[in-house]
Structure formats: structure tokens, C-alpha cells
């Protein structure tokens, strides 16, 4: 596997992984029909869209490194009480 598709399935870089393996998955289970797996998309979409403003924060702050590890996430996470995205 080259090293950029390691780093992307690697979950303290990619903080959608699940989101990702979903809307793949929908993909390939409904031939590829994207209107079927739209919210799929738009959780994805909202994930990172969600991660990329606490990295922007984060780097603002001056806090390394800017994308929280996957225990800081689930910490984060766990604290707002639900799944903001």
C-alpha cells in the first residue's frame, strides 16, 4: 500500500475514517448510485468540515499537534455529549 493511502487509513491523521469507510461502503453496495448515499456525503462533508476548524483553532492557538490524536478526538468528543456533525 503506498504511503499516502497508509496515512489515510491511519486514524490519528484521518479523523473521518469511519465517515469515509461509510460512504464508500453505501458506494459500493448501491452501484455507485450517488443520490443513494447523499447523507453519507454530507456527514462525511460536515466531519471534516467540523476537524478542520478545531486544526485551524489549534494552530491558532499555537497547540501541537494541530490535529488532535484519536484519543484527544474521542476525549473532545465526548465531552460536547453527542456527535456534532
Given amino acids: 500500500m ?19 469507510d461509510a460512504s464508500t461502503r453505501c458506494m459500493d453496495e448501491n452501484n455507485y448510485d450517488r443520490e443513494k448515499c447523499s447523507t453519507y456525503f454530507l456527514k462525511y ?17 499555537g497547540v501541537q499537534p494541530s490535529m488532535p490524536t484519536a484519543t484527544e478526538r474521542d476525549e ?10
Fill in 76 to 85: 473532545i468528543l465526548g465531552a460536547m455529549g453527542k456527535m456534532p456533525y
Fill in 45 to 61: 462533508k460536515n466531519c471534516r468540515k467540523f476537524w478542520n476548524t478545531v486544526m485551524v483553532q489549534r494552530r491558532q492557538n
Fill in 2 to 20: 503506498p504511503m499516502v493511502a497508509r496515512r489515510l487509513r491511519d486514524p490519528d491523521v484521518n479523523p473521518c475514517l469511519s465517515e469515509s
